[in-house]
């Protein structure tokens, strides 16, 4: 009996709105496992907003997925069968992987340590807590008693940036979208203050909540949100461009903020940056976030769907926000 | 006989694109000089493209001209009555005065060192050389062999900026419009490369010119501009914000960049400056600069125009490029 490995692969590049058209299911035979390499069974595949950027033939910081390769994505995954010599079979690793029931990998997975558990190291702890904790720290710099906003403030990324920021002595405001989410935010992850960009002006909010102006700002959003942020900016304030999922379905670029003569009134700061430049201070990172999350200072939420065949539209809870904090799937 | 004070007032706030009906002259008697102040005759104004934006009534840096009362300009007098202890008549004063024959004030004058050239304390060494010392310096950061873009390049502060990035050792390309500054910033000022903004497509040029990047970017025009050079950025590069000139006389705010995301990409800074924050440093800025000139390593222009009248017709050569150099007039 040939083993078989299913795939989704990227079948065409989205014009705007990524669907699940761009994607094909195909069943291929499984490989043989060349010298080394080691064979994992995937058992979580994770969604960022970042993904639909690698959909596109641009120059990124990331090659774009070929067209008819299946779709690159972190995952956890164990291990099947190695003629590598770090990997034996039963290791959970987790690392970037693809839309696949198998992957094949030469190096570039991490094992997950025994007894931490799964949704922990993918979120929290994975990649995109690791964004929150060094583009906070690093590149924002607050400082204890400063106001930092943080929009996206509900996902994977934002709410661990806020709640690093709760605990490093700000006032914290988050920006989100719906009743349930801010309440979440105010309740569990104890913010300051919650702006529902669904029924609320975020500029004339932020008014209203900080007179004397935001220091620093975590944006995920971009768009009108950053224009928002911008036009309530405290002297100094430090703008860190985390993401701009606000953008990321657009088939022609979308105009930039308006405002930007505000950086030079306010002698502003905006950085962009890249969680892979901070891995060598991976443990660094690890080590806090695992104290804090023992010590209950930070809350998180996963919303985990089932199955191979949901993955297109798992993806796509990311740009509808129907998803409520990491958006992981189970195969 | 009493004498009177000419004055160019601040009539109407532009809806849009200065224009010289946006002022009004009158001739008002000069007002009796009260203790602790000096009275100076006007001999040369200087035109800065961010005077635009004092007209406009909205928070910035500086509070708006108000309505009915003379424009405020920085310039250069020549104190003819004083109850200042500070001042004598026959002082050569230099500072924020206004568009009058006559101007009152009682602090904030420098005086002009004897021997020194007015147009040199006006252009290089005024408040725009200032600009461009701490902004490419401070705020730039550019490092031998960097290359370092420069837009505005033939204006008073550009000229300077991309001058200094020359004698540090970088790699220069000024951005101007027309023939005639392009060959004064290769010839004169000796930048590396210039881009002719009326005649060439800048992206295409920069890429082109620097298949490496830019490291620095001194832009003191933003809109396309900006957006071609965030196309064209090499990793970590730093963008200057000094100004904008291709925004100040929008009725609407223009779009920023649609290529925000860059920021990401490159792991880059934007930042906004104002000279008034390194007021303190301003000695140190001029030692190098007089240094600098006297080495015959800083070209500079200035555009003399004569006459009281022919104010607003002389700021408005700001906004058409029709100054070659620093804008003065003589009065």
Not at 19 to 44: I, K, Q, T, W
Not at 178 to 194: F, N, P, S
Not at 276 to 302: K, P, T, V
Not at 312 to 321: D, I, N, Q, S
Request: with cysteine.
């Amino acid at each position: 009996m040939t083993q078989t490995n299913r795939q989704w692969l990227l079948a065409n590049r989205p014009q705007g709105m990524v669907s699940s058209d761009n994607f094909e299911l195909v069943e291929r035979p499984l490989e043989p496992l060349a010298d080394g390499d080691a064979r994992a069974r995937m058992h979580y595949l994770t969604f960022e907003p970042a993904m639909r950027g690698w959909m596109d033939d641009v120059e990124s910081y990331m090659p774009p997925v070929p067209l008819g390769e299946p779709m690159r994505a972190p995952g956890l995954a164990i291990v099947e069968e190695s003629k590598h010599p770090s990997y034996a079979p039963g290791d959970v690793v987790f690392g970037m992987m693809s839309w696949s029931e198998y992957v094949h990998q030469h190096d570039g997975w991490s094992k997950v340590p025994e007894g931490v558990d799964y949704e922990l190291i993918l979120g929290p702890c994975g990649g995109t807590g690791l964004t929150a904790y060094f583009g906070l720290l690093d590149v924002g710099q607050p400082k204890e008693g400063e106001t930092v906003v943080v929009s996206g403030a509900a996902g994977a990324t934002g709410s661990v940036a806020a709640q690093i920021a709760r605990i490093k002595g700000c006032r914290v405001i988050g920006i989100a979208g719906g009743e349930d989410k801010c309440r979440w935010l105010t309740e569990e992850a104890r913010l300051d203050a919650v702006i529902d960009y669904k029924s609320e002006k975020i500029s004339a909010r932020l008014g209203e909540l900080c007179p004397d102006g935001v220091d620093v700002f975590f944006d995920n959003v971009g768009g009108s949100t950053l224009e928002a942020v911008l036009n309530n900016m405290a002297m100094d304030a430090r703008i860190v461009i985390c993401g701009m999922i606000s953008n990321y379905n657009d088939a022609e670029p979308q105009p930039g903020p308006r405002n930007l003569f505000q950086v030079i009134v306010k002698r502003a700061t905006i950085r962009g940056f890249l969680v892979f430049d901070y891995m060598d201070r991976r443990d660094e990172a690890l080590a806090d976030l695992f104290s804090w999350i023992a010590a209950g200072e930070i809350a998180s939420r996963s919303d985990v769907q089932e199955g191979f065949e949901n993955i297109p539209a798992t993806f796509l809870r990311l740009f509808t926000g129907a998803n409520q904090g990491k958006q992981l799937l189970r195969l």
